[in-house]
């Protein structure tokens, strides 16, 4: 048997806006919904495998239901506007998939695929129809030719129903849903029912009757078997039920012709279509599904799309000895390390294997007389490719990131179909065509000034980290043998104590289990907690679980096992495994991991070893120096602090930092309005997440939480504390505005970052958008002044020969630390802590502190 899929696209749309986060296309457009629209398209094709396919949509208009009863649906909340501006987006995506549209004034999306349904039943007993909806209201219409394909929770968990499945979930038929919804109403659409029957009395009635009419006949004539409350109900609101049952049956009447013929699905016609759209909208994920995505009917997955471009011809190996002869070329590793792509110009193109700059670095020491471009360039330097070859060798991948700073991913083949439009067959031909849009990226640059980002911080900084990442840091994993023996010692005991609480043994580590013993074994009362995004079930995240620290002497355990579980998994059990031949660790730094611009570790992630327990600090012993070398971290003082005083010209906490005062006793004291001498330790710490707070947008709610504090007392600290440091209030206020007029903010260095949500009409959405928009110039000004010291140093490092003598290790938020030979270290050290903190000359001095030891745990 075929199948017809009909999409009940608002419904879809919806769905989607709500479960997504914001989203931006390149453009700086919303998308989220859209995405998650083509998302669930996208699964539909691969898991129903239609023959055919339309699409129905909610004409603007009110509908006859809304002439019939005026408040059909008022309690719905406007639509959002960036919500609104997607679906004609949507409509674009869905004709990219050759998919007809079909909407009617005066009707809904439901009634037309009522509609359908009803004329392909008549008509092809051959064909099946499967409705795709984001709800439930179509399930009336299931029938033995007729399901139902939906989301449970999100866009991904989706779930078929047939009438058998309808019966299961509501013990009623799907034809009884109408006669469900006339009694209990359905508050989402304003739809009356009858005051006073609630879902489980609807239920049974309909279970012994059949339909209201006939529980009406039965009321008439003395026979319904009812409570007198119910039978009361039924008698006054006789006129709603039946009301509300027409209200809520789905049209399949309306005046509509369907072709079935018209949505054939085209196999190959629409290959071009859907990969152009996509990537306009900048969902390079989904470009990359379309791999399996299109079923029998409508395989995507074919030919690439046809390009105006020249061909790119793949030349001998031999011709790479004509590089500096030859203009502008790339350079380019292919994703799995193979092979290396180089284009002479944007038609011409050589492939090596990736080891040939380690085994022919001479053929690689490049004439800077020409522009040359690679793509990652660290990872180039890990192939082998000389550092000292750089010349004026630039880096798409930066570029790029510079002008994008919150993507996700920054990949060669999705630069090429942003820039270009176009797919690329083989690494050689990757080279080129990246070679082809280099111009159009210089371009962007300029125009947008992060030129000189680009040029000071970012490209200077590349062969710095990869020597960070060669030079790795020493490790001794003996200590962590023995934290490892002991944590497990203590986990067993705190899962003794917890299971002993719960009356039974259980996997404390998966979150419906423990959900089940604190809200139902134990009983605990769930308010407050949240639910989880992705399945609805009460949460029990370490957030949560603090709320209920109060209720029930469990929760302290469950949390202690919690820190020592990933204490021992990440850490003691890990780490050891991870150190190399050398005796050392090296992690990996992601220059574009960030969109404020701070680096980030990974494999491992040095940047998150704990430091507040004694577990932590015990785990930080194992960082040790070599055999000659002390470790030496210099850590910038409140650093955040003084560049936000600094950025605000607030003239009371710039002259505290010039005096040398306590930032927070200060804090305290004046949002307490009492003298420095009477702050206690609980005022100052509640003052230091205050400082912090404001900055990044924490609300009083937040504050209040966090500070262990009343709503009230969390309101009026905030507002003491903006009358008391006029200066970051009016800097916050004008961030924000500047980002509404410009849609960015930038750092004192004039790093930007975009921000196209800060007009959303949607206040969640705007308000997040507000938050990063004053955060960026404060964390990133922050990330720019340790870039920018980091430089500085290494170029000191170089110019005193003493790369063998004074190795750069770490960057862990406003700490450098570093390997330094014991007879170094009165040489380095003050110079080293003088060139940090000259990385910026401000209103405010900025201070360095400087601890010295044998390993990571034991700095002094």
């Known amino acids: 048997m075929k199948r017809l899929v009909l999409i009940d696209s608002h419904a879809v749309i919806h769905r989607a806006f709500h479960a997504l986060p914001p989203l931006t296309s390149p453009g700086g457009k919303p998308v989220n919904a859209v995405y998650g629209f083509a998302s669930i398209l996208l699964k539909m094709l691969k898991e129903l495998k239609p023959d055919y396919a339309a699409a129905a949509f909610d004409h603007k208009g009110p509908t006859f239901r809304h002439l019939a ?179 809520a049956t789905i049209d399949q009447n309306m005046p509509i012709t369907f072709v079935l013929g018209s949505s054939r699905l085209r196999k190959a016609a629409v290959q071009d279509q859907v990969r152009a759209k996509f990537d306009e909208l900048g969902f390079e994920s989904l470009l990359r599904r379309l791999g399996g995505s299109g079923g029998a009917a409508i395989p995507l997955a074919s030919e690439p799309p046809s390009s105006v471009l020249p061909p790119v011809k793949v030349l001998r190996r031999e011709r790479a000895a004509e590089w500096p002869r030859r203009g502008s070329w790339a350079l380019l590793i292919d994703s799995e390390g193979k092979s290396l792509g180089l284009a002479l110009n944007p038609v011409e193109a050589i492939e090596l294997p990736a080891s040939a700059p380690a085994e022919h670095p001479a053929e690689f020491r490049l004439s800077s007389k020409y522009p040359l471009y690679a793509f990652n360039l660290k990872g180039l ?154 399945s609805g079930a009460l949460s029990t995240r370490e957030s949560e679980l603090a709320k209920l620290h109060d209720r029930h002497p469990v929760i302290s355990s469950i949390l202690r096992y919690r820190e020592l579980a990933k204490l021992k998994s990440t850490y003691a059990d890990t780490l050891p495994a991870l150190v190399g031949r050398d005796g050392r660790i090296h992690t990996t730094w992601n220059q574009t991991g960030t969109a404020t611009g701070r680096l980030s570790s990974q494999n491992p992630n040095l940047q998150n070893i704990p430091i507040r327990s004694e577990h932590g600090r015990a785990i930080r012993k194992a960082f040790v120096a070599a055999k000659g070398f002390e470790l030496v ?135 997040e958008a507000e938050r990063q928009a004053v955060n960026h110039p404060i964390q990133g000004t922050e990330a720019d002044i340790m870039k920018r010291a980091m430089i500085k140093v290494d170029r000191w490092i170089a110019s005193g020969g003493l790369r063998d003598d004074v190795r750069m290790l770490l960057q862990v938020h406003d700490e450098l630390i570093f390997e330094v030979r014991k007879r170094r270290v009165k040489e380095a050290v003050p110079e080293i802590k003088r060139l940090m903190e000259g990385a910026w000359r401000g209103a405010v001095e900025m201070v360095v502190g400087v601890k010295r030891g044998a390993s990571w745990g034991t700095l002094e």
């Open 69 to 247: 009863f005026e408040r059909y649906k008022a309690e719905r909340a406007k639509t959002p506007e960036t919500l609104s501006e997607q679906i004609p987006v949507v409509k674009e995506l869905v004709r990219s998939f050759g998919i007809p549209l079909f909407e009617q004034q005066g009707y809904e999306a439901d009634d037309i695929i009522g509609t359908i349904a009803r004329l392909v039943r008549a008509k092809h007993p051959d064909i099946e129809v499967v409705i795709v909806t984001g709800d439930l209201d179509t399930l009336q219409l299931v029938d033995d030719r007729t399901s139902v394909f939906t989301m449970r929770k999100g866009v991904s968990d989706t779930v078929l129903y047939d009438a058998s499945a309808v019966r299961e979930r509501y013990g009623l038929s799907p034809s009884q849903l109408v006669d469900f919804k006339g009694l209990r109403g359905d508050p989402s659409d304003n739809i009356p029912g009858v005051k006073g029957i609630g879902e489980k009395t609807a239920s049974e009635l309909l279970g012994r009757y059949g339909s209201i009419e006939e529980i009406y006949r039965a009321l008439k004539k003395n026979q319904l078997v009812a409570k007198p409350a119910v039978v009361a109900a039924l008698k006054a609101h006789e006129a709603d039920a039946l009301f509300s049952k027409t209200l």
């Open 381 to 534: 330097l890990a192939r082998g490719f000389p550092e000292s070859a750089l010349g004026n060798v630039r880096d798409f991948m930066l570029m790029w990131w510079l002008l994008e700073p919150g993507r996700k991913t920054y990949e060669p083949e999705a630069l090429l179909r942003k820039e270009l439009r176009a797919e690329a067959a083989s690494i050689g031909e990757l080279a080129a065509r990246l070679l082809a849009a280099a111009p159009a990226l210089e371009e962007r640059l300029r125009q947008e000034e992060l030129e000189e980002v680009y040029r000071t911080l970012e490209a200077p900084l590349v062969p710095i980290l990869r020597r960070m990442e060669e030079t790795g840091v020493g490790f001794d994993p003996k200590p962590l043998r023995r934290i490892s023996a002991e944590l497990a010692v203590e986990l067993g005991t705190l899962e003794a104590r917890i299971h002993e609480a719960a009356g039974k043994p259980f996997n404390i580590n998966s979150p419906r289990q423990l959900a089940e013993v604190l809200f139902t074994k134990l009983g605990l009362a769930p308010k407050g907690i949240r639910k989880t995004e992705k």
């Open 633 to 767: 971290a210099f850590d910038y003082s409140q650093l955040e602090l003084r560049i936000a005083a600094d950025l605000a010209r607030d003239g009371k906490m710039i002259e505290a930092f010039r005096q040398g005062q306590d930032i927070h006793r200060l804090t305290a004291a004046e949002v307490n309005n009492i003298p420095l001498a009477k702050v206690t330790p609980e005022l100052r710490a509640a003052a230091k997440t205050l400082n912090f707070g404001v900055l990044y947008g924490m609300g009083a709610r937040a504050f209040a939480e966090t500070a262990g504090v009343t709503r009230d007392e969390a309101e009026f600290f905030i507002e003491e504390y903006f009358r008391d440091f006029q200066g970051i209030a009016r800097f916050i206020e004008e961030t924000k505005e500047l980002a509404r007029a410009k849609g960015f903010t930038k750092t004192a260095f004039g790093r930007k970052r975009f921000f196209p949500d800060i007009a959303a009409s949607n206040f969640r959405i705007q308000r």
